[in-house]
C-alpha cells in the first residue's frame, strides 16, 4: 500500500509536524526573550502561543474538510472545531507540566535536557493533537454539510416542481407485423 500525498495527508502532515514543533519553538526561541518583557509564568505565555499556533490550523482543517465534503462551510461550526483542537493538544502539556511523572521514564532514559523536554512536550501533544485531529476533520464534514431546515424546503419545492412539470410520456402506436 503506497501513501499518495493527496490534500488531506498533506494536512495531517503540516498538522502533526506544527504541533510537535510548538514546544521547540516556544522553549527555545518564545519564552527566553519574551519572559523579561512579559511578567507573566511561562505556562500562561505557553498556551497563550499555542493558541495563536493551533486555531488558524484547526480553522483551515475544518474549512478544508467541510468544503472538500460539499463544497461549503460554516465558519462558526469551523471556529468550534477548531476550540476543541486546541483544547486536546494543550491537554498533553497541560498534563505534563500538572503531573511530572508523566515524564519521568522518559527523563531516565535520554536525560534532563531542554531538548528532550521540548520532545516530550511535542510528543505527547503531537498524540492528543493528531487524534484530535481526526475527529474535528470528520465532525466538521458532518456538521458543515448539514442543510439548515429552510435549504431543506427549498430543495423539496424544487424538486416538486420538477415532477409536477414532467410531461406524460406519449403513448406510441404498436406496430403490427404482418405475415
Known sequence: ?????????????????TIFSIPFFNNFLILPNIQSLIPLPSFFIYCAITFFTIIPLGILNSIYASKNKCNKYRFKIAVWEALKFYAWTILGYISLYFLPFIKHPFLELFGKTAIVHSSIEGLFMTL?????????????QKSGCELSEKEVNKALKKIDKQLNSRTKKKKSRKIKIKN
Open 1 to 17: 500500500m503506497s501513501f499518495i500525498l493527496n490534500t488531506t495527508n498533506l494536512i495531517f502532515l503540516t498538522s502533526v509536524m
Open 128 to 140: 492528543n493533537g493528531f487524534a484530535a485531529l481526526i475527529v474535528c476533520f470528520f465532525n466538521s
